[in-house]
């Protein structure tokens, strides 16, 4: 080509060019003024790679490099970028290729500041990344994250976007240790943040040692919130029932306010339990739980003599309200209900304090205050069980309504200076339905036959003036006005059989109707304190004061249930005549018979001291200690009667001593009258004036190590053990679904510096409780003691991770350990393990779990017990 030619072609490029752009000029200008549907807003600029502000800085140094458009940060470096943060010894941008690459500094040190990178809530540390602004992928070596109580480590990682990542040669635990207790470690795995982790064959590795525990996949839900999911049950054997497998089942999270555990027992010789378990809760209204647990139980071999079948239930419910909820009203309810034997002969429920007090209760209530009114209403329905004989009693329901107490009398301003204006009226109405069967007749046609009802109203009045100046006076009045819907007629039936097997009895038919009765009584009451004390010159005691108030009181009350006798033939004999009344049987009892007139007479006394400090020249006040707590005598005479007026003396005592760790409580019953042959009370005063029918003493006795700790504070009440509180004597229950699991965690994993010191500390901390019973009983033929026994319980912590705690019993009387159980328990930072054992008795049994203390890895675990061979008879 020719100079010319070149020349020309340069020419016509630069025209079309000036073409070109004058043609553009001419189209966004036409697009400017034109009225059509297309207006600035539809015109998009296209997306910048780099979208936010990139901040940098560094503590050393930071190198820009203009032609190849990097910069390079060096020590402390970090970097950033909209809701990204990244900090690391070197980080070097590459704005041309739109990433930034980040790493640790290796020196004679080490290799340490390795790169930390967060986005939002996910954090991660890696020993280096190189992360791409416009796809944001990420390609990372050596990842540390944290999901979910999870710890990942990764040796290569590949981020895709913010919702995938995959990994190679992964190691994922709990434990929050640079050398982790236990880790599982797979080749890949997919993980997706705060959703799950999917990963392919792996195996746990225990203390950097592999075992030959192998999955060939794994799925980890990662979550905040509650997600359903399998229960894996356990495993083991008993001699009666075979090899099991209890606990298992599936959890319902069904929303955020609800939850439904269902759970499922089988065993190899056919017998089988299911339970229901659920929470509920809304803040600041109420919340509860509830569950339902059936057991089919079979012992012995089908067509042998000692095959036996049963069925037990058993519910429990408990909900409570918050007090901010409705000021003015309030629903709870405690309920535990169920067949007698369900404690005793259950496979999977270990609960020593029902199975060793033989009593269920229930109660479910209503209460409501009616604001302006001095009026309150209270809906109750209770239940009690006792699980020896197998009766049951229930109201279902009781109402109660009360009225506060009000002065109808009161002068200008509710001032109250005179007795009539100082007369306080009270009124409560009750009404009950009542229910007593047993638990062959629950829920049948004969327990609502059977069932009482009625009403009661209270009314009195009382008031108080003083007396010679010392003198205490109040008197008082009450009635009382019962309903009842039913009543009783008795009548001689000479062809039934009586108790006795002989022909003839009194039979009792119930009537259908409105009936009632009512009495009333009236009273007075003289008190009085009277003080003394004694004062000490020399010493640290400074005063002893002796405080004494005797009461003498006087009530009277007429005989109502003449007005209402009835009589009826007893037996063949026509003049062997029953007086009765139709009331008999009723919930409120029947009119009071014969007269009250009787005189009241107590004493109280209560001995105080005062004590200086040990420094004389202190100047801390005299400090107030009690003697005796009380030291009480109560009695009556009733004048109406024709013998025996005197009745039994009660008295009672009460101290503390050592620093009130130990309670002493002593109780006596002294009767003033002498027994015939037959050991029944005749009107002739003992020779010893008193006779002892009764005595009861109770002591109890906490001390721990903290008691000899000099560099502590003496205080009685710094530690949960003093006596003031009752031991825990009969120990804990066994669990019975993966209860060390689910227990309140603590953040144990973090051993602190603090910690690791005590680990080699001399100092062993202990408790121990005693509990010592004793009661007397004499009718005067025979006497002898009831109950004589020695409770005890306590813990050691042989260091701060090893911990044993016991509990146990002696029966004096018997000569005999009471109910015995062990406990043993150890730390093992990311793990747990407890033992408990009952070593003899009729209940012996023993459980032992090891298991990892994370929810998110709560099935990684074993457990193995062995339950108390259970009683059918």
């Known amino acids: 080509m020719s100079i010319k030619d070149t020349l020309q072609l340069k020419k016509a490029t630069s025209l079309d060019k000036r073409n070109d752009t004058l043609n553009k000029k001419k189209l966004e200008k036409k ?58 010894g070197i980080i070097i941008l590459d704005y041309k290729n739109n990433t930034v690459y980040a790493k640790g500094i290796k020196d004679s040190l080490g290799y340490h500041q390795i790169p930390q990178f967060k986005q939002g809530e996910q954090e991660s540390e890696q020993d280096s990344i190189i992360f791409n602004f416009k796809t944001k992928k990420a390609l990372i070596y050596g990842v540390k994250t944290i999901q979910d109580e999870i710890i990942t480590y990764g040796t290569k990682t590949k981020r895709v976007n913010d919702s995938t990542i995959y990994m190679r040669k992964l190691r994922f635990t709990t434990s929050q240790k640079e050398i982790p207790d236990y880790y599982i470690a797979t080749n890949k795995a997919k993980l997706v943040p705060g959703k799950k982790i999917i990963v392919g064959g792996s195996h746990l590795v225990l203390a950097d040692v592999p075992t030959p525990l192998y ?193 109808p009398f009161t002068g200008k301003g509710g001032i109250k200076n005179n007795p009539i204006q100082k007369m306080g009226l009270n009124y409560s109405m009750s009404s009950q339905y009542s229910i007593t069967t047993t638990d062959e007749e629950f829920l049948s046609k004969k327990m609502f036959r059977e069932a009482k009802s009625g009403i009661q109203h209270n009314l009195s009045t009382n008031t108080n003036l003083k007396a010679l100046k010392y003198f205490t006076i109040s008197p008082s009045v009450s009635y009382k006005d019962v309903w009842y819907f039913k009543s009783i007629h008795k009548r001689y039936d000479s ?126 006040e005299l400090k107030k200690v009690t003697i005796l707590n009380n030291l009480n005598f109560s009695t009556s005479y009733n004048i109406a009667a024709d013998s025996l007026k005197w009745s039994p003396v009660s ?29 029944t009370r005749i009107n002739k005063f003992n020779a010893s004036i008193f006779r002892v029918t009764n005595v009861g003493v109770t002591a109890n006795y906490s001390i721990s190590s903290q008691d000899f700790e000099k560099d502590e504070k003496d205080d009685s009440k710094n530690n949960g053990n003093g006596a003031q509180n009752t031991p825990d004597v009969f120990g804990q229950n066994l669990p019975n679904s993966n209860a060390f699991v689910n227990e309140t965690r603590t953040n144990s994993n973090n051993i602190s510096k603090t910690k690791v010191s005590k680990l080699y500390n001399s100092k062993i901390p202990w408790s121990l409780n005693l509990v010592y019973a004793m009661n007397y009983s004499s009718n005067g033929i025979t006497s002898g003691i009831g109950n004589n026994s020695l409770m005890f319980s306590g813990n050691l912590e042989l260091s701060p991770k090893w911990k044993v705690d016991f509990s146990s019993g002696y029966d004096i009387k018997n000569d005999a350990f009471t109910f015995t159980r062990l406990g043993f328990s150890r730390d093992l930072d990311s793990w747990r393990f407890n033992f408990n054992w009952t070593p003899f008795g009729r209940n012996t049994a023993y459980y032992f779990f090891i298991g990892v203390k994370s929810s998110v890895m709560s099935d990684l675990k074993w457990d193995k017990n062995k339950p108390p061979d259970r009683v059918l008879f």
């Open 31 to 88: 697009l400017l003024n034109s009225n059509d549907s297309i207006s600035n807003d539809s015109i998009t600029k296209p997306k910048e790679v780099i979208d936010g502000i990139i901040t940098h800085d560094a503590k050393d140094y930071t190198i820009q490099n203009a032609k190849n458009k990097t910069i390079t940060l060096y020590n402390e470096a970090r970097v950033t970028y909209t809701d990204i943060d990244l900090k690391a």
């Open 215 to 407: 999955l060939p996949f794994a799925y980890f839900p990662l979550t905040d919130k509650r997600s359903s999911g399998f229960i894996i049950p356990t495993w083991g054997d008993s001699n009666s029932q075979g090899f099991f497998l209890q606990n298992g089942g599936y959890y319902f999270a069904i929303n955020d306010y609800f939850d439904l555990t269902a759970l499922g027992d089988i065993y190899t010789n056919g017998s089988w339990g299911l339970r229901t378990d659920s929470n509920y809760y809304v803040r600041y209204k109420f919340s509860g739980n509830f569950s339902v647990r059936f057991e089919n139980i079979i012992q012995g071999i089908r067509g042998l003599s000692n095959y036996n079948k049963s069925s037990n239930f058993n519910i429990q419910w408990s909900h409570s309200q918050d007090s901010k909820a409705s000021p003015n009203s309030r629903f709870s309810a405690s309920v535990n209900l169920g067949s007698s034997q369900y404690y005793s002969q259950s496979l999977n429920e270990f609960n020593n304090s029902q199975r060793l007090t033989n009593t269920l209760s229930s109660s479910i209530s209503y209460y409501k205050n009616f604001v302006g009114t001095p009026f309150n209403m209270n809906v109750t329905a209770t239940h009690q069980q006792n699980t020896n004989n197998n009766s049951i009693s229930m109201t279902f329901p009781s109402l109660q309504v009360n009225m506060d107490r009000i002065y």
């Open 495 to 620: 062809n039934v059989i009586n108790s006795q097997g002989n022909q003839g009895a009194v039979v009792n038919d119930t009537i259908n109707g409105f009936t009632r009765f009512h009495d009333y009584n009236f009273g007075a009451s003289l008190s009085t304190n009277i003080y003394g004390t004694f004062n000490f010159k020399k010493g640290r005691l400074k005063a002893i004061r002796h405080t004494i108030r005797p009461s003498i009181s006087y009530s009277y009350r007429p005989n109502f249930a003449e007005a209402h006798e009835l009589t009826v033939q007893n037996s063949s004999d026509p003049n062997d005549i029953l007086t009765y009344t139709p009331f008999e049987g009723g919930i409120y009892g029947a009119p009071s018979s014969g007269i009250s007139n009787s005189i009241g007479i107590s004493i109280n006394n209560v001995i105080e001291a005062k004590v200086a400090p040990k420094d004389p020249d202190s100047e801390e």
């Open 651 to 679: 008295a009672n005592a009460g101290t503390r001593l050592f620093k009130d760790k130990l309670a002493l409580n002593l109780n006596a019953t002294l009767d003033p009258y002498q027994v015939n042959d037959r050991g």
